[in-house]
């Protein structure tokens, strides 16, 4: 560093005491063109003669520039657009006025001339934005786009580097001399570098900083989105710092472009992100020395999308009117300028959305006192669709109801009070913060109103005027009203913050269900089964979603995932479906037209959402530049809108004249009225013949003041009949989720079936006979799962349940050994369920069931280290969610429970969590284990079925131990329980040192010997299981009794000991 500082010192110009001749300018020209440098009285010699001068390998920088021959495309332009001022940044000791508002020094400073800048300044805006000036470089900001500038001290390291290259001696003594005469300058420089990364502003430093409140960082309350400025230095600024300073402090979470001339600059805090993100070069700006970098009006939308895709919010200040117009209120008027717009990742309209749906969150807690359950508000947006629901749901210590919702909107951001969640709550939203949502506080200062403020807000600012039904009556009919009123009101105002007040006026609010009159499917179930993402790396290869997903258009996919999220539970429902799946796939011609046509069609969804948010939204249209580029882009909007209803019209009616089609789609698609005179087809016509007449070349049609007013006009009677169109949108994207379950079924490389669905079980208390709930599948397969050879998982067979006739038992306890596909089994049952209750066929040759009402999941091992909870903790709290729900009509799995505790602990809880939902619950249970006391506890027990994983020894390696064999897979299920668990064999597989196994196998021998006589006395439970005690002590109580008036639970006693008798009975003969 020192050796760069010495360099930099022999360009130090000796002191003159005459001063620096200025240069005299002809009074016609418009611009400055710049200074000469005069001449020194005694040239001092930087090396020794014959020597080249390393002076002389960038003198040509200093060359006078002509102006008038070369002017940069990229150059700012000033607000009275007359002329370009360009000037280099020096120090000096006095100025002369040239009489045209500028200034041009007497005396130069040489070391000044190395970091020439260009101010840009105008008679109307006295912001003024340095860039630094290369031979090759165009003035501008440097960004990724632009070729970069090259700074100053790097150029003289690489001219030195060059030049020891060529010449080999020192310049040790020529070192020292500089050093010591220029020592005050060395200093002076490494001040002005300090000043491009730290701020001039004191109450910028984070010593310094406060909210708008005067609240300090440390402080529990500290409002991260305001600043306080204090009251002199808002004074002391001009007036375009004040116009950015004042919104900048209103919105400090917000990075804010602010316009200037043809560019968009950031500015202190926000110039260090844009450096930072963008690879922005930082430079100085001429007022008060302000930290900028900035880009061209070309690139702004390129930054919004780059940094809206880092998460950070994004606002514009536009200027109002033109320079002339500024000029015209006064020779010092500033450009009026103004916050137009807010985007976020969470509220974003335009641009590469994708196909996924971008849902903005806001939740409300209500803990109930004396209990551990809490009731939570909630309302969501989808701005692209212009879209709002509302619900409630009600919650216990798990959060598993806060997870499902969170699973299945997947938000991008969610808001919520600071100190209005509890701990579990705020643990939730770690643990299923999947998609990268950042939740975003709101101070106890910022939360809204209760219900009857909000319900005032609505009605007096006219808010959801697109709602085809009423906002009251939607809202009414929420269970918890006040609590998702409390929620939309914080949703409001975050929206309204945002500048999105066309969004709330003209959107459309819903009711949603989380689990009401669906399947329920808790978060941890959704994790579990990899219904949406994949447990490997959070993608989504090997999930359910991407088999399922075959749809063409963007809006079906985001129905088929919200069809998941809510498989049915009405039988006539769910075969309504698959009769119209089983119709595309006995139809070919008619599937292929439906996705050529598809293939034609835009998301209408959100195109219907932009046009409904543009209509009584015109006071963007007046920004100069601004508005014609946003006319230009409705133009096309509507244009593709209306073209692409057209297509999807044309499918829906041939749809309905094929006579097989249309008697299935009518019982599950809901259609508009699409032809006669009051059909949508004429409607439709009318507005394509106005689109062919006024905008014929609608995808770039440049809009004049007449065809801005036929536009609108167009859009608002186009509007008029928003329910009608929505409901067209949404026949569509149903047949294109149904098409996709058809192309699943037709493209499987595996058995498919369509599954013969029974409505819930109920009992018969008269004839005491059971509709047991029923689950039977043949040849059932893993849907997306590969087998060892790459091909398909070996198919099984699964019964439980029954009807009265016959008594099969409804839970399975598994055995087998470690990868020998129980969990796979346990997923694809549970995958048959959701695809069958989907309205889909599922994997298998045959499938009966009767409808589940809740999957529950505990499937492998994990732990929360950041939220201090333990893999068995997260154990027992999933067993406890499923023991406090589960009904007679779930379907319940369960792997390995007891694993994270001690063996005996372990066994203990897995024995009585197996008894109790065989004998309190009845449900149909699958339950894996390694406890094989478990089996010989259960063996005898009527409605326990003991089941395998088969597996062999490979018969061509001849071994001496078994525990050196090496075991081979079947992945098959076989009746009766394991021998053991092969736990040597797969650890041989794991790698782990034969010495070692050997000393476990030894020790485990061991073990056995000394635990022998227990072992043999759990052998004699096969015969007399723990059910048989319970027996035994309901009869003898019965017999006690004087007076014989039996309940139903006595009489299931009763049947069942009679059952065991007489099977006893059958094993004596």
């Given at each position: 560093?020192?050796?760069?500082?010495?360099?930099?010192?022999?360009?130090?110009?000796?002191?003159?005491?005459?001063?620096?001749?200025?240069?005299?300018?002809?009074?016609?020209?418009?611009?400055?063109?710049?200074?000469?440098?005069?001449?020194?009285?005694?040239?001092?010699?930087?090396?020794?003669?014959?020597?080249?001068?390393?002076?002389?390998?960038?003198?040509?920088?200093?060359?006078?520039?002509?102006?008038?021959?070369?002017?940069?495309?990229?150059?700012?332009?000033?607000?009275?657009?007359?002329?370009?001022?360009?000037?280099?940044?020096?120090?000096?000791?006095?100025?002369?006025?040239?009489?045209?508002?500028?200034?041009?020094?007497?005396?130069?400073?040489?070391?000044?001339?190395?970091?020439?800048?260009?101010?840009?300044?105008?008679?109307?805006?006295?912001?003024?934005?340095?860039?630094?000036?290369?031979?090759?470089?165009?003035?501008?900001?440097?960004?990724?786009?632009?070729?970069?500038?090259?700074?100053?001290?790097?150029?003289?390291?690489?001219?030195?580097?060059?030049?020891?290259?060529?010449?080999?001696?020192?310049?040790?003594?020529?070192?020292?001399?500089?050093?010591?005469?220029?020592?005050?300058?060395?200093?002076?420089?490494?001040?002005?570098?300090?000043?491009?990364?730290?701020?001039?502003?004191?109450?910028?430093?984070?010593?310094?900083?406060?909210?708008?409140?005067?609240?300090?960082?440390?402080?529990?309350?500290?409002?991260?989105?305001?600043?306080?400025?204090?009251?002199?230095?808002?004074?002391?600024?001009?007036?375009?710092?004040?116009?950015?300073?004042?919104?900048?402090?209103?919105?400090?979470?917000?990075?804010?472009?602010?316009?200037?001339?043809?560019?968009?600059?950031?500015?202190?805090?926000?110039?260090?992100?844009?450096?930072?993100?963008?690879?922005?070069?930082?430079?100085?700006?001429?007022?008060?020395?302000?930290?900028?970098?900035?880009?061209?009006?070309?690139?702004?939308?390129?930054?919004?999308?780059?940094?809206?895709?880092?998460?950070?919010?994004?606002?514009?200040?536009e200027q109002l009117e033109t320079s002339a117009q500024a000029k015209s209120r006064g020779a010092t008027s500033v450009i009026q300028r103004k916050l137009v717009h807010v985007l976020t990742p969470a509220t974003i309209c335009e641009g590469n959305i994708g196909p996924d749906a971008v849902h903005l969150l806001a939740i409300k807690e209500d803990c109930l006192l004396g209990d551990d359950s809490s009731v939570f508000g909630f309302a969501f947006v989808?701005?692209?669709?212009?879209?709002?629901?509302?619900?409630?749901?009600?919650?216990?210590?798990?959060?598993?109801?806060?997870?499902?919702?969170?699973?299945?909107?997947?938000?991008?951001?969610?808001?919520?009070?600071?100190?209005?969640?509890?701990?579990?709550?705020?643990?939730?939203?770690?643990?299923?913060?999947?998609?990268?949502?950042?939740?975003?506080?709101?101070?106890?200062?910022?939360?809204?109103?209760?219900?009857?403020?909000?319900?005032?807000?609505?009605?007096?600012?006219?808010?959801?005027?697109?709602?085809?039904?009423?906002?009251?009556?939607?809202?009414?009919?929420?269970?918890?009203?006040?609590?998702?009123?409390?929620?939309?009101?914080?949703?409001?105002?975050?929206?309204?913050?945002?500048?999105?007040?066309?969004?709330?006026?003209?959107?459309?609010?819903?009711?949603?269900?989380?689990?009401?009159?669906?399947?329920?499917?808790?978060?941890?179930?959704?994790?579990?089964?990899?219904?949406?993402?994949?447990?490997?790396?959070?993608?989504?290869?090997?999930?359910?979603?991407?088999?399922?997903?075959?749809?063409?258009?963007?809006?079906?996919?985001?129905?088929?995932?919200?069809?998941?999220?809510?498989?049915?539970?009405?039988?006539?429902?769910?075969?309504?479906?698959?009769?119209?799946?089983?119709?595309?796939?006995?139809?070919?011609?008619?599937?292929?037209?439906?996705?050529?046509?598809?293939?034609?069609?835009?998301?209408?969804?959100?195109?219907?959402?932009?046009?409904?948010?543009?209509?009584?939204?015109?006071?963007?249209?007046?920004?100069?530049?601004?508005?014609?580029?946003?006319?230009?882009?409705?133009?096309k909007v509507f244009g593709l809108l209306v073209r692409g209803l057209r297509i999807g019209m044309q499918m829906l009616m041939l749809l309905q004249e094929h006579e097989i089609m249309s008697t299935s789609l009518s019982k599950v698609v809901s259609f508009p009225m699409l032809s006669g005179s009051e059909g949508l087809d004429k409607s439709l016509a009318q507005f394509e013949a106005a689109i062919d007449s006024d905008f014929p070349n609608y995808e770039?049609?440049?809009?004049?003041?007449?065809?801005?007013?036929?536009?609108?006009?167009?859009?608002?009677?186009?509007?008029?009949?928003?329910?009608?169109?929505?409901?067209?949108?949404?026949?569509?994207?149903?047949?294109?989720?149904?098409?996709?379950?058809?192309?699943?079924?037709?493209?499987?490389?595996?058995?498919?079936?369509?599954?013969?669905?029974?409505?819930?079980?109920?009992?018969?208390?008269?004839?005491?006979?059971?509709?047991?709930?029923?689950?039977?599948?043949?040849?059932?397969?893993?849907?997306?799962?590969?087998?060892?050879?790459?091909?398909?998982?070996?198919?099984?067979?699964?019964?439980?349940?029954?009807?009265?006739?016959?008594?099969?038992?409804?839970?399975?306890?598994?055995?087998?050994?470690?990868?020998?596909?129980?969990?796979?089994?346990?997923?694809?049952?549970?995958?048959?369920?959701?695809?069958?209750?989907?309205?889909?066929?599922?994997?298998?040759?045959?499938?009966?069931?009767?409808?589940?009402?809740?999957?529950?999941?505990?499937?492998?091992?994990?732990?929360?280290?950041?939220?201090?909870?333990?893999?068995?903790?997260?154990?027992?709290?999933?067993?406890?969610?499923?023991?406090?729900?589960?009904?007679?009509?779930?379907?319940?799995?369960?792997?390995?429970?007891?694993?994270?505790?001690?063996?005996?602990?372990?066994?203990?809880?897995?024995?009585?969590?197996?008894?109790?939902?065989?004998?309190?619950?009845?449900?149909?249970?699958?339950?894996?284990?390694?406890?094989?006391?478990?089996?010989?506890?259960?063996?005898?027990?009527?409605?326990?079925?003991?089941?395998?994983?088969?597996?062999?020894?490979?018969?061509?390696?001849?071994?001496?131990?078994?525990?050196?064999?090496?075991?081979?897979?079947?992945?098959?299920?076989?009746?009766?329980?394991?021998?053991?668990?092969?736990?040597?064999?797969?650890?041989?597989?794991?790698?782990?040192?034969?010495?070692?196994?050997?000393?476990?196998?030894?020790?485990?021998?061991?073990?056995?010997?000394?635990?022998?006589?227990?072992?043999?006395?759990?052998?004699?439970?096969?015969?007399?299981?723990?059910?048989?005690?319970?027996?035994?002590?309901?009869?003898?109580?019965?017999?006690?009794?004087?007076?014989?008036?039996?309940?139903?639970?006595?009489?299931?006693?009763?049947?069942?000991?009679?059952?065991?008798?007489?099977?006893?009975?059958?094993?004596?003969?």
């Amino acid at each position: 560093m020192q050796r760069q500082k010495s360099i930099l010192s022999f360009f130090k110009k000796p002191e003159t005491s005459g001063g620096g001749k200025l240069i005299v300018l002809d009074g016609s020209d418009d611009e400055i063109k710049g200074t000469d440098t005069p001449p020194e009285k005694e040239p001092r010699r930087i090396f020794a003669e014959g020597r080249p001068s390393l002076f002389s390998s960038i003198k040509h920088k200093f060359a006078k520039v002509d102006c008038s021959e070369k002017s940069s495309s990229d150059s700012r332009s000033s607000v009275d657009n007359t002329s370009s001022i360009q000037s280099m940044h020096m120090k000096f000791d006095g100025a002369e006025d040239l009489g045209n508002g500028h200034l041009v020094p007497k005396q130069l400073n040489m070391q000044n001339v190395f970091s020439a800048s260009k101010p840009v300044c105008s008679e109307g805006d006295k912001v003024c934005s340095f860039l630094s000036i290369s031979e090759d470089d165009v003035p501008g900001p440097d960004t990724p786009g632009m070729k970069p500038v090259v700074p100053r001290l790097k150029r003289v390291q690489e001219d030195m580097c060059n030049f020891e290259n060529k010449a080999d001696y020192s310049l040790l003594e020529n070192r020292k001399k500089a050093k010591v005469q220029q020592a005050p300058n060395v200093l002076e420089k490494t001040h002005d570098e300090d000043s491009e990364t730290v701020s001039k502003f004191e109450w910028l430093h984070p010593s310094r900083i406060k909210d708008a409140n005067g609240r300090k960082l440390g402080d529990p309350l500290y409002d991260k989105r305001t600043l306080y400025i204090p009251p002199d230095a808002l004074r002391k600024m001009s007036a375009s710092q004040r116009q950015y300073w004042d919104v900048k402090r209103k919105y400090m979470d917000v990075v804010l472009f602010f316009k200037v001339g043809k560019f968009y600059e950031l500015y202190e805090l926000d110039a260090e992100i844009g450096h930072k993100e963008l690879d922005w070069k930082i430079t100085l700006s001429g007022v008060g020395k302000c930290r900028q970098v900035g880009v061209s009006e070309s690139g702004i939308d390129d930054a919004v999308q780059k940094l809206m895709a880092r998460g950070y919010k994004v606002g514009r200040m536009e200027q109002l009117e033109t320079s002339a117009q500024a000029k015209s209120r006064g020779a010092t008027s500033v450009i009026q300028r103004k916050l137009v717009h807010v985007l976020t990742p969470a509220t974003i309209c335009e641009g590469n959305i994708g196909p996924d749906a971008v849902h903005l969150l806001a939740i409300k807690e209500d803990c109930l006192l004396g209990d551990d359950s809490s009731v939570f508000g909630f309302a969501f947006v989808d701005c692209a669709a212009l879209k709002f629901w509302v619900g409630s749901i009600s919650d216990d210590a798990s959060c598993a109801a806060l997870g499902a919702l969170l699973m299945q909107v997947s938000p991008k951001e969610i808001i919520y009070e600071s100190r209005g969640l509890s701990k579990d709550a705020q643990r939730a939203l770690k643990k299923y913060n999947l998609t990268g949502s950042t939740p975003s506080q709101l101070n106890p200062v910022d939360v809204f109103g209760g219900a009857l403020e909000v319900r005032h807000l609505i009605e007096s600012s006219k808010y959801f005027t697109g709602c085809s039904d009423s906002w009251n009556y939607i809202l009414d009919g929420v269970v918890h009203c006040d609590l998702a009123l409390c929620a939309l009101g914080e949703l409001i105002n975050h929206l309204s913050r945002l500048m999105l007040n066309d969004v709330i006026r003209n959107g459309e609010i819903l009711s949603y269900q989380v689990y009401k009159g669906f399947l329920r499917m808790d978060g941890q179930t959704l994790i579990n089964l990899e219904i949406f993402s994949n447990n490997a790396d959070g993608g989504t290869s090997g999930t359910l979603y991407k088999y399922l997903n075959n749809c063409i258009t963007s809006s079906g996919k985001r129905l088929l995932r919200n069809w998941i999220c809510h498989p049915l539970q009405d039988v006539e429902k769910i075969n309504n479906r698959l009769a119209v799946v089983g119709d595309l796939m006995a139809t070919s011609e008619i599937t292929l037209h439906i996705a050529q046509s598809l293939r034609k069609i835009p998301d209408l969804e959100r195109l219907l959402g932009r046009v409904k948010s543009s209509v009584q939204s015109s006071s963007i249209l007046l920004l100069p530049l601004i508005g014609n580029k946003i006319l230009k882009q409705r133009v096309k909007v509507f244009g593709l809108l209306v073209r692409g209803l057209r297509i999807g019209m044309q499918m829906l009616m041939l749809l309905q004249e094929h006579e097989i089609m249309s008697t299935s789609l009518s019982k599950v698609v809901s259609f508009p009225m699409l032809s006669g005179s009051e059909g949508l087809d004429k409607s439709l016509a009318q507005f394509e013949a106005a689109i062919d007449s006024d905008f014929p070349n609608y995808e770039d049609h440049n809009v004049t003041d007449s065809g801005a007013e036929t536009l609108s006009i167009l859009m608002e009677l186009f509007v008029e009949k928003a329910a009608q169109w929505s409901q067209m949108i949404h026949a569509i994207n149903c047949i294109d989720v149904l098409r996709s379950f058809a192309i699943c079924a037709i493209s499987s490389s595996g058995a498919m079936c369509r599954p013969t669905v029974l409505p819930h079980s109920k009992f018969a208390n008269s004839s005491m006979e059971t509709m047991c709930p029923m689950l039977h599948m043949k040849g059932l397969w893993h849907p997306y799962a590969l087998g060892d050879s790459g091909g398909l998982p070996v198919p099984n067979d699964l019964h439980l349940g029954g009807n009265g006739s016959t008594c099969i038992p409804g839970a399975l306890l598994l055995t087998g050994p470690n990868m020998g596909g129980k969990s796979t089994l346990l997923r694809a049952t549970c995958l048959a369920v959701i695809m069958a209750q989907l309205g889909c066929y599922v994997p298998c040759k045959m499938c009966t069931l009767s409808v589940v009402d809740i999957i529950f999941t505990r499937l492998g091992a994990t732990d929360r280290i950041m939220t201090g909870e333990s893999t068995f903790l997260i154990e027992c709290t999933e067993t406890a969610s499923v023991l406090r729900n589960a009904t007679q009509n779930s379907l319940v799995l369960l792997d390995e429970l007891g694993r994270g505790t001690s063996t005996f602990d372990g066994y203990a809880i897995a024995y009585a969590v197996f008894r109790h939902l065989l004998e309190s619950v009845n449900c149909r249970l699958l339950f894996a284990t390694h406890y094989h006391p478990l089996t010989r506890e259960f063996a005898a027990h009527p409605r326990v079925k003991l089941q395998h994983m088969a597996c062999t020894f490979d018969s061509t390696e001849k071994m001496s131990s078994q525990v050196d064999q090496k075991l081979v897979f079947l992945y098959r299920l076989a009746s009766g329980a394991c021998p053991e668990s092969y736990g040597m064999q797969v650890a041989s597989m794991a790698g782990i040192p034969s010495s070692v196994i050997g000393a476990a196998s030894k020790a485990g021998q061991v073990m056995k010997e000394i635990v022998g006589e227990s072992f043999k006395s759990s052998e004699q439970r096969e015969n007399f299981s723990t059910l048989h005690e319970e027996w035994l002590k309901a009869l003898m109580s019965m017999l006690k009794t004087d007076e014989i008036d039996f309940d139903n639970d006595t009489y299931d006693s009763l049947f069942c000991l009679w059952h065991e008798i007489k099977r006893s009975c059958k094993g004596i003969n």
